[in-house]
């Protein structure tokens, strides 16, 4: 995947497991690795490629591998870690699939990193629950965005932002 640039439980979770869990690693396009490079730096970074060519894995892959280095580190803090922001519902479930694929399959004691949906399809007793056990990633949309950091009863997922 990325030998000695990620933590070696990425390569357990990034991996085609359409079929099976232990399928093979990911292979990284160069601009994939170029970003994850460029975010372990801690500074910004800007990506830009065509559709279908994995920019999400470009943002996603450094996000897991920092809440991985935190719990190996000793230094995990509960609370969300990433709020992934999409213009549209679509893209969102979209990628709640994708994220499902890598982070639970093949894990039975819950996936190694956190993450749920928050975009308004979600029941009042799954906002409660998120609410009340933020994930390490946050799933939402421009609109839900502008509500949860006005309405007071979404203000326990900006306080637990970190």
Do not use: W
Not at 82 to 99: D, F, G, I, K, T
Not at 127 to 144: F, K
Request: charged letters at 25%; glycine letters at 8%; aromatic letters at 6%.
């Amino acid at each position: 995947m990325a030998a000695g640039l990620l933590q070696q439980e990425c390569e357990r979770i990034f991996r085609l497991k359409e079929d099976n869990p232990d399928g093979p690693v990911l292979r990284l396009h160069r601009h994939q690795r170029e970003a994850i490079e460029a975010a372990r730096t801690g500074g910004s970074y800007m990506l830009t490629t065509g559709t279908g060519s994995g920019k999400s894995l470009a943002y996603i892959i450094p996000v897991v591998d920092r809440v991985l280095a935190a719990k190996a580190a000793g230094t995990y803090r509960p609370g969300i870690k990433a709020l992934v922001v999409y213009p549209m519902n679509a893209l969102a479930n979209s990628q709640l699939r994708e994220l499902e694929k890598f982070l639970k399959v093949g894990y039975r004691d819950g996936p190694p990193v956190t993450f749920d949906r928050y975009t308004g399809q979600e029941s009042r007793e799954d906002r409660a629950r998120i609410i009340a056990n933020p994930p390490d990633i946050l799933l939402t949309n421009y609109v839900m965005l502008e509500l949860v950091l006005t309405r007071p009863r979404d203000q326990g997922l900006v306080q637990a932002a970190n």
